[in-house]
């Protein structure tokens, strides 16, 4: 059994340390950059014997996650603060324990707009590929659409 | 895209329907019974294309889960008021946003002995297989212990 107790004031779990989302990467490709984000490890396979992985992510004020596609998909349920997500060719707004699936393949990227840390859960399957950047008629169809063109950066 | 939004006021999801936690057994074994608990699919794999399967489950004041082990493990988010796990010899608090590992083959239950409803998040791996009662010295380390067995029953 593990039981990983839950301090509300400081939003954080007893024994699950922060954790950087993804190593610097002075080079990234485009959209690839990132700010502002850490990484919590819940519940990992290598630890526990199941075929996924369940963490949770939190982007400070002007955060945002990569820009990124990938064949595995994402089931997320937001949880701390007011979020915005892009997701294909649309961006919809996040609040506590909406979910939202995150298809394969489909363009994606997290931000947090607001004055207060904007987090989520985030489970995926631990056998998974890696993110790669977005081709260019995705990138060009973001930037050409007023919905989706702040969050193509 | 999926994005099922959360009402708090109701603590239900849009689109989301209230099951049954599992089909009635009146001649259920040892345990197997339970009360006033509900289930609500917030991702299929069958659906999404994932292998995993992620659930709400609601236990309303005096409710109980059945008393069960299986291979697959549980993991757990609370999210909803407060309630109780037993899970293999200890019994432990929940409140939201604790986290929860059950292992596998590891008797556990939930129990909800306040008076507001009780509601955690659950994830497991889509191919799992079938929980099963207790066997008798299980039943009895449970019975014999003070601690564990309010909850064997």
């Given at each position: 059994?593990?039981?990983?107790?839950?301090?509300?004031?400081?939003?954080?779990?007893?024994?699950?340390?922060?954790?950087?989302?993804?190593?610097?990467?002075?080079?990234?490709?485009?959209?690839?950059?990132?700010?502002?984000?850490?990484?919590?490890?819940?519940?990992?396979?290598?630890?526990?014997?199941?075929?996924?992985?369940?963490?949770?992510?939190?982007?400070?004020?002007?955060?945002?996650?990569?820009?990124?596609?990938?064949a595995h998909v994402h089931l997320v349920v937001a949880v701390r603060g007011a979020g915005r997500a892009l997701v294909g060719d649309?961006?919809?707004?996040?609040?506590?324990?909406?979910?939202?699936?995150?298809?394969?393949?489909?363009?994606?990227?997290?931000?947090?707009?607001?004055?207060?840390?904007?987090?989520?859960?985030?489970?995926?399957?631990?056998?998974?590929?890696?993110?790669?950047?977005?081709?260019?008629?995705?990138?060009?169809?973001?930037?050409?659409?007023?919905?989706?063109?702040?969050?193509?950066?």
């Amino acid at each position: 059994m593990r039981h990983l107790t839950f301090d509300p004031a400081a939003f954080r779990w007893a024994g699950v340390e922060e954790r950087a989302y993804k190593p610097p990467d002075p080079s990234a490709p485009r959209g690839m950059d990132w700010r502002d984000v850490t990484r919590h490890r819940l519940g990992h396979p290598d630890e526990l014997g199941m075929g996924f992985e369940l963490r949770y992510f939190e982007l400070g004020p002007g955060g945002y996650s990569s820009l990124e596609k990938h064949a595995h998909v994402h089931l997320v349920v937001a949880v701390r603060g007011a979020g915005r997500a892009l997701v294909g060719d649309r961006v919809v707004d996040l609040a506590p324990l909406d979910a939202l699936y995150v298809p394969a393949l489909t363009p994606h990227r997290w931000a947090n707009e607001g004055a207060d840390p904007f987090g989520f859960l985030c489970t995926v399957d631990a056998d998974r590929d890696r993110p790669v950047p977005l081709d260019d008629d995705e990138w060009d169809a973001l930037r050409a659409d007023p919905v989706t063109a702040p969050y193509a950066h």
